[in-house]
C-alpha cells in the first residue's frame, strides 16, 4: 500500500452533516484549509503523539506554493502543459499503474467526486501522474486509467520532466526494498497520496487525502470554483 507522506501535521476536517445551514457552513470553512489533508494512520495516536516531548510537527505548506507549469506527455503519446488544459480546474493524483492499493482507491473516489458534481465536473480535468521514472509505457498508462473515469488523462515523461513535477509538488516517492502485496506487479512505490486542485491559472488551491468521503471531495471543488466565480 502506497503511503501518505506529506510534511507537517495534517488534521482531519470534520465530518459533513446535510442537516442544518450553520454546520454545513462550518464543514464548508473546514474544507478551505490545507487541515483538511490528512494521514490515516495517524489519527488514533495523534494525542499520544503529541504529549511526546521527541516527537515535532510542522504546519503543511500552503497549497499555493504547491506545482508550477509543467510538460509532460498524455497517455495518447502527444506532450501536454498546463496550457493544454486553458480554463480547466485540475485535479491531479501522483501514483503508478502497477499500484492496487492507494491509487485505485483514490482514483474511485474521484470518479465518484465528479459524478457528485454534475454538470460542474466539466470544468475539472482529472490528471494521474505517473511517477515511477521508468522509460514511458503509454500503453500501460493508457490501460489503467480506462478503470476509471472516462475523462481521466494519464501523464508520464522522461525522468527529468517527471522529476521537476515531483520536486515541484512536492511530492515525496521511495521504492519499497520488497514487494509486501501479492496485489501489485512490478516494483513497489511507496508515495505521497493526496489529490492537488488547481485553478485555471495554474495556482494549488487545495490538497486532501486520497480517501476523503467522494461528498466532501466534491463540496471542497465546487466550493473553490464558486469563490474563483464570485471573486472580483
Not at 93 to 122: H, I, Q, S
Amino acid at each position: 500500500m502506497s503511503q501518505n507522506s506529506h510534511p507537517g501535521q495534517l488534521v482531519p476536517a470534520p465530518t459533513f452533516s446535510r442537516t442544518g445551514a450553520a454546520l454545513a457552513l462550518t464543514v464548508l470553512l473546514g474544507l478551505l484549509t490545507p487541515a483538511s489533508a490528512h494521514e490515516g494512520h495517524h489519527h488514533a495516536a495523534v494525542g499520544a503523539m503529541e504529549a511526546s516531548p521527541q516527537v515535532y510537527f510542522k504546519a503543511p505548506p500552503p497549497p499555493e506554493t504547491l506545482g508550477r507549469p509543467f510538460e509532460l506527455m498524455d497517455h495518447h503519446g502527444q506532450t501536454v502543459t498546463n496550457a493544454s488544459y486553458k480554463g480547466k480546474w485540475l485535479l491531479i493524483f501522483f501514483g503508478f499503474a502497477g499500484c492496487r492499493e492507494a491509487c485505485p482507491t483514490g482514483l474511485v473516489n474521484m470518479e465518484a467526486a465528479l459524478d457528485t458534481l454534475g454538470e460542474e465536473a466539466d470544468r475539472v480535468q482529472p490528471l494521474f501522474v505517473d511517477v515511477s521514472m521508468e522509460e514511458p509505457d503509454t500503453t500501460g498508462l493508457a490501460q489503467f486509467v480506462s478503470n476509471f473515469h472516462p475523462r481521466l488523462v494519464g501523464l508520464t515523461g522522461t525522468r527529468a520532466q517527471t522529476f521537476a513535477t515531483v520536486r515541484d509538488f512536492k511530492i515525496r516517492r521511495e521504492y519499497a526494498m520488497a514487494n509486501y502485496s501479492s496485489k501489485e506487479t512490478g516494483p513497489r512505490i511507496n508515495h505521497t497520496t493526496y489529490f492537488y486542485l488547481v485553478d485555471p491559472e495554474g495556482v494549488t488551491r487545495a490538497f486532501f487525502d486520497h480517501t476523503l468521503a467522494p461528498e466532501r471531495m466534491a463540496l471542497t471543488i465546487g466550493l473553490h470554483m464558486k469563490r474563483r466565480s464570485t471573486s472580483p
